[in-house]
């Protein structure tokens, strides 16, 4: 199919792109493209114009500091996940985007744009909200930080305001003594997850578990994130332990029945999948290099 007839700007400026959006609210903000094109060529929505951003320079870019990676609204899938100081400051981005489609997409895609696309089935937004994210927008009147437990606010909705373009993102660094894992199942490589669960998990100075938090890719409408600290009162990984995190964690997910799998089926690889992900999470936490070793160059296949 072919989708409905459209008008298409490429302004050059971020003011332009911002002005012309004022003057056409309905009109689309074309990045990666990777999800509005396949729903505008089926016509599942239609848009009277598109605002192509792809010229403007500023908007591509990865700045890493101490403090966290921060990255514009054009910056590729494959920028991120090939970028060693992205890696070394904040892995967890680097062990989703490798989950992400396949390569000719990651290419294309952004990651931005994956993020504020609200998809509850993307590995991305649920990386922002499980690491305390946020976004920043801009309109022709202000700029505005929107942090993650704002942002999501539906099915494919977020809450930028009319007139706002998503313009950069901030993921916080990985704290200290910390570890991260990320897991998923699904029918295909490159295929949407049944269910994705990312840990985070964070030692204390004698080495037992302080904080152990997990995030869920499509187990609900919008990206979940569970604190499963209390199964670990003794602060040790045990069977038990894991077995009540993913009982806990089920309490805040709503797996549904479709196609692919019943929400039964789906319920059990979110207790399964959460106990790998905080124990793989929890070995990284001791052995960060060592556990993370190998790592890089799957990622990039």
Do not use: W
Request: aromatic share 4%.
């Amino acid at each position: 199919m072919k989708p409905a007839p459209f008008t298409y700007q490429r302004p050059e400026t971020l003011a332009q792109a911002l002005a012309a959006f004022a003057a056409e609210p309905e009109a689309k903000v074309l990045a990666g493209g990777q999800s509005l094109i396949p729903l505008m060529s089926m016509r599942l929505t239609t848009v009277p114009a598109l605002i192509d951003i792809n010229g403007i320079d500023e908007l591509s870019h990865i700045s890493v500091t101490d403090s966290g990676v921060t990255f514009g609204a054009i910056t590729r899938h494959s920028a991120l996940l090939n970028d060693a100081d992205t890696r070394r400051v904040q892995p967890l981005i680097g062990e989703a985007l490798q989950h992400v489609a396949h390569a000719t997409i990651r290419n294309r895609g952004t990651t931005l744009g994956s993020i504020v696309h609200a998809d509850a089935s993307g590995e991305m937004p649920m990386i922002l909200a499980l690491t305390g994210g946020s976004i920043t927008v801009a309109s022709t009147e202000a700029r505005r930080e929107i942090y993650a437990d704002d942002l999501f606010i539906g099915p494919l909705e977020t809450s930028l305001r009319p007139g706002e373009i998503a313009v950069s993102a901030f993921i916080p660094a990985l704290a200290s003594r910390s570890g991260i894992a990320y897991d998923e199942v699904a029918r295909r490589h490159g295929d949407y997850a049944l269910c994705g669960v990312g840990a985070i998990v964070t030692l204390d100075t004698g080495g037992k578990i302080e904080s152990a938090r997990t995030g869920y890719v499509a187990m609900s409408e919008v990206p979940a994130v569970v604190d499963v600290t209390s199964c670990f009162p003794g602060g040790q990984i045990t069977e038990d332990a894991l077995a009540a995190a993913g009982d806990l964690a089920l309490q805040y997910l709503d797996p549904e029945t479709d196609i692919h799998g019943t929400a039964e089926y789906r319920a059990q690889l979110a207790r399964t999948l959460t106990a790998r992900a905080l124990k793989a999470a929890h070995s990284d936490a001791l052995a960060p290099d060592r556990a993370r070793e190998g790592r890089v160059e799957e990622a990039k296949s």
